[in-house]
């Protein structure tokens, strides 16, 4: 099984580019207001169309109006849409494409609660964006119960493989990165991306 990558809060054209250079199957576009990595309509349309045909495109949400999210998903090329806040079923199922849930830690209840989302499985209590680490191997019991998760929450290259190998045999759908491959002023590191990506991939032979 291959453990999809996903870098989330690119910022920069370029930045989404080196993520293709170094294998990333997945990036996350934040819009999410008051968030250091937020991105006007304009710059993500920028981001996608640098990179599109080549890797996924995800706009990631906190408690949103609809009308926002339709706004961006008619001017941004997306394959995913992310919520990371209070959204309930009823709210996902609004929008038209794949979706995944951020969650508070490996809560179980959340697996029943989104039986069609993805669920990335944030740090329990600190929430997103802060790149705090926490117990991933608490991710085990959801993997193995056979439900898509994404590992998050102080993921780094130093770190993930010890993640993942802590989830057991069965890996998980896939990891998730962002202060753990920050470069300044919220860009990201290319050097620090492929290293990611290349931890992964040998972690999860």
């Known amino acids: 099984m291959t453990v999809r ?3 989330c809060g690119i910022t920069h054209p370029d930045d989404a580019a080196a993520a293709v250079d170094a294998g990333v199957d997945l990036i996350g576009l934040n819009f999410v207001p008051g968030s250091p990595r937020a991105l006007t309509i304009e ?23 609809l009308d926002q999210i339709l706004k961006v ?5 997306l394959e995913r849409v992310q919520f990371h806040g209070d ?24 697996a029943e609660q989104f039986p069609s989302a993805i669920l ?3 740090h329990p209590t600190e929430g997103g964006g802060k790149g705090k680490a926490w117990d991933w191997s ?8 056979g439900t898509d998760v994404i590992l998050a929450g102080g993921l780094n290259p130093e ?9 057991g045999d069965i890996l998980p759908w896939g990891v998730d990165v962002a202060t753990g491959v920050d470069a300044a002023s919220f860009r990201k590191d290319p050097a620090k ?13």
Do not use: C, H, Y
Request: glycine share 4%.
């Open 43 to 65: 710059r993500a349309e920028k981001i996608a169309a640098r990179v599109a045909g080549q890797i996924e495109r995800v706009a990631v949400f906190a408690n949103a109006p």
């Open 138 to 145: 608490e991710a085990s019991g959801l993997i193995a119960a």
């Open 120 to 122: 990335l499985l944030d």
């Open 193 to 205: 991306i492929a290293a990611f990506v290349k931890a992964v991939r040998e972690a999860s032979k």
């Open 73 to 77: 998903m008619r001017r941004v090329d």
């Open 159 to 167: 770190n993930v493989a010890q993640a993942l190998e802590g989830v």
């Open 87 to 110: 959204e309930t079923e009823e709210d996902i199922e609004m929008v038209d494409l794949p979706v995944i849930k951020a969650v508070r830690g490996a809560d179980m209840e959340a």
């Open 5 to 7: 990558i996903k870098v």
